[in-house]
């Protein structure tokens, strides 16, 4: 049974890495005692060791281990023997990029799909989707494919902002840009606000959270989703 945390972002204003989420992935990783880390995406420039011990301390706050990829010589074997999985943000090109260059993509899908526990967080939840085609990075690198994960049958859009109606900026808003991907692409964009994440259970896929999130579908104006509303029906 799928059991997987997408999650907008790793950090709030009013906390620390995590901090917000920490409630729940205790409950999520319940038993795990090892937790492999995909520091990929590497935000800022952070090398995969310094990526990996800023996980490793927040995880001990709920008493879980945590080990980088990167560390295995074997990366396919280390996600097939994985406790749990996270995959932390950053630049979701450079993150698909790695992903593919390691040849380590269908393996993460398999073992998610299998039951292995996931956590995105950014450009980690952006490849629970269809494709990244909706991430909000720049392509610094070009990956061989956009197509990621599937584990929802949607794609997302981390970091949701909704249009500064008191901003005198005339550029694009998210909602331009995803109108523009639809233009393209058939499938459904979630747009979550920070603070915001989704819960899979089996076949279950619910909104979490105290914010409501953004649904675009090609041809169709925007509706806003309640916290705690199901998903598993959007394709």
């Not at 074997?74 to 992903?99: D, S």
């Amino acid at each position: 049974m799928k059991k997987i945390i997408i999650a907008s972002t790793s950090t709030l204003h009013s906390g620390g890495y995590l901090d917000y989420l920490l409630p729940t992935l205790k409950r999520h990783f319940e038993g795990v005692k090892n937790l492999l880390f995909v520091p990929y995406a590497r935000p800022s420039g952070l090398t995969h060791n310094e990526y990996t011990r800023k996980v490793n301390e927040t995880f001990a706050k709920i008493d879980i281990n945590v080990n980088g990829i990167h560390e295995y010589e074997k990366p396919t074997e280390a996600i097939e023997n994985a406790e749990a999985i996270f995959t932390g943000g950053g630049n979701t090109f450079v993150l698909v990029n790695e992903l593919y260059k390691n040849n380590i993509l269908d393996a993460i899908e398999k073992a998610v799909k299998n039951g292995t526990p996931y956590l995105g967080t950014s450009a980690g939840s952006n490849i629970c989707g269809l494709t990244i085609g909706t991430t909000n990075d720049m392509p610094v690198v070009y990956p061989p494919s956009f197509r990621t994960l599937a584990l929802v049958s949607f794609n997302i859009n981390p970091h949701y902002l909704d249009p500064d109606t008191n901003s005198t900026h005339m550029g694009e808003t998210r909602e331009t840009r995803i109108k523009e991907f639809h233009f393209y692409n058939p499938q459904p964009v979630l747009g979550l606000r920070e603070g915001s994440w989704l819960e899979v259970n089996g076949d279950s896929i619910k909104l979490k959270g105290s914010l409501t999130a953004r649904l675009f579908k090609k041809n169709e104006l925007p509706i806003e989703i309640e916290p705690e509303s199901e998903l598993n029906h959007l394709k």
